[in-house]
């Protein structure tokens, strides 16, 4: 089989976590992300601090089987995929009437932005509990925290671009966060500020964190 594998509307979304292992090819990892842009997909690569992963390919385009094919490719140049995640672009329900520029940002984002070379990534769920469960609230109620959630997001425009994709019946979580900011502690002060609102105090559930920085494969993979 051949043919595209590929979202009615929007993109693919691949996030690889990796390390080079012992037998890493530079030169072959730089043709599996070149294959994979001149298939018409972009990826972003992201130098990542701490212990559970030194790079991030950030991939995203129209086809699953090319996204696909740069996982197999990049482990077989020698980079073991320690953590991953799957998902789409999309626009959110709370955001259906935006114009349709914005509509197209989100489906179809061009990244990296420029000037903000700080990364972050990191799914998050909506809560199910017994006390407190997202699901069960009316939608007006939903879509009037987001609209609160959104309203604090917005004090750091221009200074952090937040890339949210979906990932309900994708993978472990609902929605993956990418945040690319122009400062390492706008990472931190746009999460910070947005945890204290109603639809993320009460109700969100975060998985693990990544965060690094904009870099070049050749300056990743040589460790700088």
Avoid at 36 to 49: D, F, P
Avoid at 55 to 80: H, I, K, M, T
Avoid at 111 to 129: D, H, N, T
């Amino acid at each position: 089989m051949t043919e595209p594998v590929s979202p009615s509307v929007g993109w693919g979304v691949l996030h690889l976590f990796c390390t080079p292992s012992p037998l890493v090819d530079p030169e072959a990892v730089a043709a599996a992300v070149k294959a994979c842009e001149e298939a018409g997909h972009h990826v972003v690569t992201a130098a990542i601090l701490g212990h559970k992963a030194d790079l991030c390919l950030l991939a995203l385009g129209p086809d699953w089987r090319v996204l696909r094919e740069l996982q197999s490719a990049v482990q077989a140049a020698g980079l073991d995929v320690v953590d991953s995640y799957v998902s789409l672009t999309e626009v959110s329900e709370y955001a259906a009437g935006v114009p349709e520029e914005m509509r197209n940002a989100r489906l179809y984002p061009q990244l990296p932005p420029p000037g903000k070379p700080a990364f972050c990534f990191y799914p998050m769920s909506k809560r199910r509990g017994d006390a407190h469960n997202w699901f069960t609230l009316p939608y007006d109620d939903r879509d009037r925290l987001m609209r609160e959630h959104g309203k604090s997001g917005r004090t750091f425009a221009g200074r952090v671009l937040q890339v949210v994709t979906g990932s309900a019946g994708l993978d472990d979580f609902e929605w993956g966060v990418t945040l690319f900011a122009e400062k390492p502690d706008d990472l931190k002060a746009v999460v910070y500020t947005m945890r204290f609102d109603e639809a993320s105090a009460v109700y969100a559930e975060f998985g693990p964190f990544y965060a690094g920085y904009l870099a070049s494969l050749d300056e990743i993979l040589a460790g700088r």
